[in-house]
């Protein structure tokens, strides 16, 4: 009998540790949702010694769930996916603020007014530039545009209190130095998902002249749209201090299962990679797209509470949205705009950017893809569906000296 008992023993504290385990975490939890609080005030992405301990410590067990619900990802690590080559296309860097950078790609120029690319700031900018076959800054390129893409970097501590204002005051100084180099006067703007919704607002809110014109990429527009991320950031029970950590970021492993968590689909990803893995066809596409999901960036704390107070207050599409001191209204927007509308995406709600045809004062051409959220910008049929589309519509945009 005492053989049997002492067999428990490991168990018993296996079993213990578990319990304990979810023990704290349920504390760390529950302790939020009653004391932490709803507001956005940017006081509260800084923190004094002992809210940064408390941070901490909530952050060990925010992360370790979050390591947890990312457990499939383990067969990317296996295959080594990390490894494997992204952004390929030749650029150099011509510009760099802070962690953002500007890169201009090579290309045999036939139209003069440059492109500047604006991928989102959450995520690397490689999905634009997945692989030779894939690269849709390549394509532009190849189509005779003077194209730079502005990279927005990793945050480090010292950017939490970057917010939508700062964002947009570097997408402005980006335009500059690309206007300075090419010695144009317009730009074309080219946004990715949220990347195409900071450069609307930047456009509704000042320097309309040197916009030629907007296309906009799965870009929310009304965020009071009740799909997509919109049900998570207007609930009632939602502390966004919650998901800080001590040094006032939203962590990387949060925004990559907040998107993963809109369709959760990463087991099945997962065997489908695993048994395909001496597949090189597969490998070839699968690799850099799994890189590109795993890779998320962190968020500066100053910019998530101004993304919560736009789902929650709907700025963009109500005209009160205020940056650097003017409001963007949309009405103010002068370029002509494409909007470039996925009808399968999960992230971006197609009621959301189909919000802009209710602007009248905007002249907007809208543009319905049979594609989800990333296979419009890198499936295998965008480069013969969305891209021509895109490049189409720059050309027609082009200035009366737009060709050479």
């Known amino acids: ?213 907007i296309a906009l990429l799965a870009a929310p527009v009304d965020f009071s749209v009740p799909a997509g991320l919109n049900p998570l950031m207007t609930h009632p029970l939602f502390k966004p201090v919650y998901v800080l950590d001590e040094h006032g970021l939203v962590p990387a492993a949060a925004v990559r299962e907040s998107f993963h968590a809109l369709r959760p689909q990463a087991m099945r990803t997962a065997l489908t990679a695993w048994r395909r893995r001496r597949d090189p066809s597969f490998r070839k596409t699968y690799d850099p797209l799994a890189r590109w999901v795993w890779e998320h960036r962190e968020l500066p704390g100053q910019m998530f509470f101004d993304l919560v107070d736009l789902f929650r207050t709907n700025g963009l599409a109500a005209g009160t949205l205020e940056l650097a001191g003017e409001i963007a209204r949309l009405d103010d927007v002068r370029a002509p705009v494409l909007a470039l509308i996925p009808e399968h995406d999960h992230i971006t709600p197609s009621g959301s950017s189909h919000a802009l045809t209710t602007h009248r004062g905007l002249d907007v051409t809208v543009v319905n893809a049979a594609a989800g959220h990333v296979s419009m910008i890198a499936g295998s049929a965008a480069r013969e569906t969305t891209w021509p589309r895109i490049t189409e519509w720059l050309e027609r945009n082009q200035g009366a000296s737009g060709s050479s």
Do not use: Q
């Open 1 to 213: 009998m005492s053989d049997f008992v002492a067999g428990l023993h490991p168990l018993v504290i296996a079993g213990a540790i578990v319990a304990a385990y979810f023990a704290a975490a349920l504390w760390a939890l529950g302790a939020n949702l009653v004391l932490a609080t709803r507001k956005t005030d940017a006081r509260l992405v800084r923190a004094g010694l002992l809210r940064r301990w408390w941070r901490r410590y909530r952050s060990i067990w925010l992360r370790s769930g979050l390591t947890l619900a990312g457990w499939p990802h383990v067969v990317d690590v296996l295959l080594r996916t990390k490894r494997v080559s992204v952004a390929t296309t030749p650029a150099e860097v011509v510009w760099e603020e802070g962690r953002a950078a500007l890169y201009r790609y090579r290309s045999t120029v036939r139209h003069a007014e440059p492109v500047l690319v604006v991928h989102a700031v959450v995520s690397k900018p490689w999905i634009l530039d997945l692989t030779p076959e894939r690269s849709f800054v390549a394509a532009l390129a190849n189509a005779g545009f003077d194209v730079f893409l502005l990279d927005w970097g990793d945050p480090a501590p010292e950017d939490a209190a970057r917010g939508l204002t700062a964002y947009a005051n570097t997408l402005l100084r980006a335009e500059r130095i690309v206007l300075t180099i090419t010695g144009r006067e317009r730009v074309h703007l080219v946004g990715y998902c949220f990347g195409g919704t900071l450069c609307l607002a930047r456009a509704a809110a000042r320097d309309h002249a040197r916009v030629g014109s």
